[in-house]
């Protein structure tokens, strides 16, 4: 067990409708990091919050969109969901960013695997 | 771009073989390279490699960085049905994790009893 929790586990929708996945970070941890997990894509990168702010973007569309709020806790939000979405996301945490490169690895949570029908 | 590419993609061989994992990496700047586990769930972090030829080391797992000719590999000695699973590097390449980590494909082992 990461300490990273995600919820829900499993979420099946239609196309056209909007999802909001939740993650909680490690306890002491700053950095949120969203990941996106297909078959054919392997794990991308899509978002990372720090200590409430965005800090990088990947590969992620702009119907995708995520916060950190002052707990901490992130939420990534998928809207106007299409077949090709679904697929396992992934948070993970790390202790924090910092600059000048201070290595920091990330800790993943169980994933939420999102079914789009 | 970033690229990470792993080698085999599947392999197959019997419990108590060695195997070893390749991962070879193009990026900007490089700061870091890492070693998941992933079962049926959440990739699990095993090692993390930032200077060439130090050989990290955690019982029958073992990896090392060739930061000249841009690889590393994961040693699995005496292999269980327990290691099955896909093998992922990935690589840092902002440093103290500014930016998200780019993934290779993994590698699926499959421990065979």
């Known amino acids: 067990d990461s300490g990273v929790t995600q919820t829900p586990k499993h979420l099946i929708t239609a196309t056209g409708q909007r999802v909001t996945l939740r993650c909680s970070p490690r306890?002491?941890?700053?950095?949120v990091y969203w990941y996106q997990q297909s078959l054919d894509q392997g794990l991308q990168f899509l978002i990372q919050?720090?200590?409430?702010?965005?800090?990088a973007k990947g590969n992620i569309l702009e119907r995708f969109s995520a916060q950190q709020f002052p707990d901490l806790h992130s939420e990534l939000n998928l809207s106007s969901l299409e077949l090709g979405d679904s697929a396992l996301y992934f948070c993970a945490s790390s202790v924090s960013v910092a600059a000048g490169g201070s290595h920091n690895e990330q800790f993943f949570g169980p994933g939420t695997r999102l079914t789009v029908l | 771009e970033d690229k990470v590419v792993q080698s085999p993609l599947s392999l197959v061989v019997h419990e108590g073989d060695t195997v070893t994992l390749n991962c070879s990496y193009e990026v900007t700047n490089f700061r870091s390279l890492l070693w998941y586990k992933q079962e049926k769930k959440a990739p699990t972090f095993l090692f993390m490699l930032?200077?060439?030829?130090i050989e990290k080391k955690s019982g029958r797992l073992s990896s090392i960085l060739d930061k000249k000719e841009l690889f590393s590999i994961l040693n699995i000695t005496a292999t269980q049905t327990g290691d099955s699973a896909v093998y992922l590097c990935a690589v840092d390449d902002s440093g103290g994790g500014a930016d998200g980590l780019t993934f290779g494909k993994g590698t699926h082992l499959i421990i065979q009893p």
């Open positions: 919050y720090y200590n409430g702010e965005e800090r």
């Open positions: 930032t200077s060439s030829g």
């Open positions: 306890s002491g941890d700053l950095s």
